[in-house]
């Protein structure tokens, strides 16, 4: 057989094919071998048993002592109890409720008789599936504009709130957060609502919250009146939240069909439920994602949707994976250092900024092309003789697979019809269970994200050490060095940290430097 003939035997070997979803996956373009195959067939035969374990009910998520229950937000009826059953169905029911309001004007804001715009404050995976989302189900008129906060950077706080404009006072605020504590997320609802007051809007009359119970969130919502509070549950990651409250609400008041993006991830899970390697698409994601990487993340994935408005799939993936496989420790205790480094944008785009590397540099990935068969709803003109320029986009993606692997490196396609609601739940469930599977097949909590909490704690040593620092200038009132500072308020070992913290008050005006900004231990730091 020649090359051609055997990789076309191949690619017929291993295509995956979902009739109702119209969706393939393509893995014949990753080089296992059939030995590799069958070596790994007790882990998949491990992942199954583990599948059926979370999807029950078990304890997924050992450290946390929880249920990870994501799968049950698109197939209630398997929710281990009646109580989380309702929860779910009802939580469903209620967003529609709120945003046929909404939509209708019944809730409206105080001097206006709709609501046009929403701003939706959040961070990491309160603010990724909504954005993804957003981005590539966007119409050119919904019934709501979205924005987003998804940092604490006041520069970036007030260009959202600037192109808001006036229109700030017909603008539904949702705070999303699961926690209800995650800074970012506090300090932009804090600015917001310090803008709407700004413009003598009453803040309560304009926000919604989405947040676990008894969180600081829900509390100050239900104290201070706010429109309604959605609930998060414990049993759901932020990261696989988009199919919860967190991602429907913003997603319905968009005018997207939430029902059809449960629907189509309800579908995924069942055809994810296979108990077949080749009949499982995201079992052949996962087998193939730690044949390419050895089984430890040796190779990153390069995520490269040939469609526009599958732009943020990519950032969306980098924290499903990264921060669900991303572990120093597997669930023995060892440590295993394991994690998948994702990124990417779109393509053809990026074949004009970084394929170059890819297809000659240094060999240490995988690429997965997201296509998308459906052209455009719209009539759009020959380019060139015969050619559209659908044509282009599908023929660059050929291209490029094509030469990626004419030189040795390897790729997975992911096809869908159209960038549909169905077709987008579908995707994310996909996702979803591949990294069960993955995790599975390295022994790791994906569940969890310990080392988030290291730059958390230490950015509070440093703010709790800038408060230090002020209440001895004001008490002083004179001029001081940094390390006159640093003994007086016991902080010696931690002099670098007072001066970037100084140099940035400074350059925000909130104290005064003299001396010679390239050398810091020439400063004197006083108030004024
Ligand atoms: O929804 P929140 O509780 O505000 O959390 C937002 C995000 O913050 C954290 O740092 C976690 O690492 C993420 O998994 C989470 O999605």
Same mark, same amino acid.
């Given at each position: 057989m020649d090359l051609a003939t055997e990789l076309w035997q191949r690619y017929q070997d291993w295509l995956y094919y979902h009739a109702e979803l119209g969706l393939y996956v393509d893995?014949?373009?990753?080089?296992?071998?059939p030995d590799f195959v069958s070596a790994m067939e007790p882990k998949l035969k491990q992942a199954f048993a583990d599948m059926k374990a979370l999807e029950s009910? &078990?304890? !997924?998520n050992p450290d946390e002592q929880r249920m990870v229950g994501h799968y049950w937000l698109r197939a209630p009826e398997l929710a281990p109890t009646v109580d989380l059953r309702q929860d779910i169905v009802t939580t469903v029911d209620r967003i529609e409720a709120f945003v046929r309001d909404v939509h209708t004007g019944a809730v409206h804001p105080p001097n206006a008789a709709k609501f046009t715009n929403i701003l939706s404050i959040g961070i990491g995976g309160s603010a990724l599936g909504p954005q993804f989302v957003a981005q590539c189900l &966007?119409? !050119?008129?919904?019934?709501l504009q979205i924005s987003f906060i998804d940092n604490t950077d006041p520069d970036g706080i007030d260009l959202v709130l600037a192109q808001l404009g006036d229109r700030l006072a017909t603008t539904l605020a949702i705070v999303i957060s699961k926690s209800g504590g995650t800074p970012e997320a506090a300090n932009g609802a804090k600015e917001v609502q310090y803008a709407y007051e700004q413009a003598g809007l009453d803040f309560s009359k304009y926000a919604v919250a989405v947040t676990g119970k008894d969180s600081s969130l829900e509390k100050l919502a239900k104290q201070s009146g706010w429109l309604d509070v959605f609930p998060m549950w414990d049993w759901v990651g932020g990261r696989t939240s988009e199919l919860s409250a967190v991602g429907l609400l913003p997603a319905a008041l968009q005018g997207v069909d939430i029902r059809a993006m449960l629907q189509g991830a309800k579908i995924m899970d069942a055809a994810t439920r296979v108990e077949n390697l080749k009949q499982n698409p995201a079992a052949l994601l996962a087998i193939a994602w730690y044949f390419s990487g050895n089984g430890k993340g040796e190779k990153d994935m390069v995520v490269l949707p040939y469609?526009?408005?599958?732009?943020l799939f990519s950032r969306y993936l980098q924290q499903l994976i990264m921060e669900s496989l991303?572990?120093?420790?597997d669930l023995a205790g060892n440590t295993v250092y394991q994690g998948i480094a994702v990124y990417g944008n779109k393509g053809s785009t990026d074949q004009h900024a970084y394929v170059q590397q890819l297809r000659?540099?240094?060999?240490?990935f995988f690429a997965t092309f997201i296509e998308v068969l459906h052209d455009s709803d719209k009539p759009h003109p020959e380019v060139e003789v015969g050619i559209t320029s659908g044509d282009y986009l599908s023929g660059l993606l050929q291209g490029t697979r094509q030469a990626l692997y004419e030189n040795g490196r390897d790729s997975i396609t992911v096809t869908i019809p159209t960038v549909s609601a169905l077709n987008v739940g579908a995707l994310i469930a996909l996702y979803e269970r591949t990294v069960s599977f993955y995790a599975s097949f390295v022994n790791v909590n994906a569940y969890h994200q310990p080392g988030v909490e290291a730059g958390k704690k230490a950015a509070a040593k440093v703010l709790a050490l800038q408060t230090r620092l002020m209440e001895l200038l004001k008490a002083e009132g004179g001029k001081l060095s940094l390390e006159q500072i640093a003994e007086k308020i016991a902080a010696t070992s931690e002099i670098e940290v007072l001066y970037r913290i100084v140099r940035h008050l400074h350059a925000n005006q909130r104290l005064h430097l003299e001396g010679e900004l390239s050398k810091p231990a020439s400063l004197l730091v006083s108030l004024n």
């Open positions: 893995i014949s373009r990753m080089r296992f071998t009910g &078990a304890i !997924a &966007a119409t !050119a008129e919904p019934p469609k526009d408005r599958l732009l991303g572990k120093e420790k000659e540099g240094v060999a240490n």
